[in-house]
């Protein structure tokens, strides 16, 4: 195989177990996300972190992000183009990211380069690395493919609120029914200001229409997504419903 993506996150955080989440607490972390709009400066290109889950049960729908990729690119073009930097789990530690870029071709040559491996989710890592990213550098959003989770959903919860308070939002997409990842990723998506979307196995159009719908909304926010809608995006249309 050949080598994979450079750069590998590290571990979330500190190893301290996080305090439970009262409902005071997520309506606080609420009220003050609410408070905080960070537009887009003119002519900066908006980055995406594109982040799927590529343990051995992923292969099928890793194989159909690849094919699919190219969409998020084309829908932004006119709106001010799009770099999206690929970040991926799979076996037991192994977290990675790879640099940022600006066209289809050069992250799907990123993505054919990568098997899935088994192995335990690392969502938290994910959450850790996109927050690191937005402190250097904003990031617009971050997208989670996956299916699964088997991690602290406090700990989760935690990070994600995090990323709200920063301003990116999480869009979490569950392929499948597994209602412990459907929980997870629902309070995810809540406390980053992000929105949740379920897609059947196989479903490579609706997966498409999600993924074209938040490159629109991180390239040109809600304006965007609400002309998306008006064509009739499915995937435009389920998240309009959440973010207003």
């Not at 177990?17 to 607490?25: E, G």
């Not at 590529?54 to 159909?64: I, L």
């Not at 938290?124 to 990213?133: F, Q």
Request: with cysteine.
């Amino acid at each position: 195989m050949a080598k994979p993506p450079e750069r590998a996150p590290a571990p979330a955080g500190s190893t301290e177990p996080a305090a439970r989440s009262t409902r005071a607490d997520i309506d606080a972390f609420l009220a003050r996300v609410r408070e905080l709009d960070q537009p887009r400066p003119a002519g900066e290109r908006a980055r995406l972190v594109f982040a799927l889950d590529a343990t051995m049960s992923r292969q099928p729908t890793w194989d159909t992000a690849c094919r699919l990729q190219a969409d998020m690119f084309n829908e932004t073009a006119a709106i001010g183009g799009l770099d999206v930097q690929l970040v991926y789990f799979r076996g037991l530690s192994e977290c990675r990211a790879s640099r940022f870029v600006s066209e289809p071709r050069t992250l799907a040559g990123l993505m054919e380069k990568i098997e899935c491996r088994g192995g335990h989710t690392q969502i938290s890592k994910i959450l850790a690395h996109t927050k690191r990213e937005t402190e250097a550098k904003r990031i617009q959003a971050l997208v989670f493919v996956g299916d699964a989770m088997e991690e602290s959903l406090d700990d989760l919860c935690a990070s994600a609120g995090e990323l709200g308070l920063r301003g990116v939002p999480v869009f979490m997409f569950q392929e499948g029914h597994d209602p412990v990842a459907e929980t997870a990723y629902r309070e995810i998506a809540r406390l980053s200001r992000g929105a949740y979307c379920r897609f059947n196995a196989g479903a490579a159009h609706e997966l498409g229409e999600l993924l074209r719908a938040v490159a629109a909304y991180a390239s040109g926010g809600l304006k965007a997504l609400t002309r998306l809608s008006a064509g009739k995006n499915s995937g435009a249309l389920l998240l309009l419903e959440q973010l207003r």
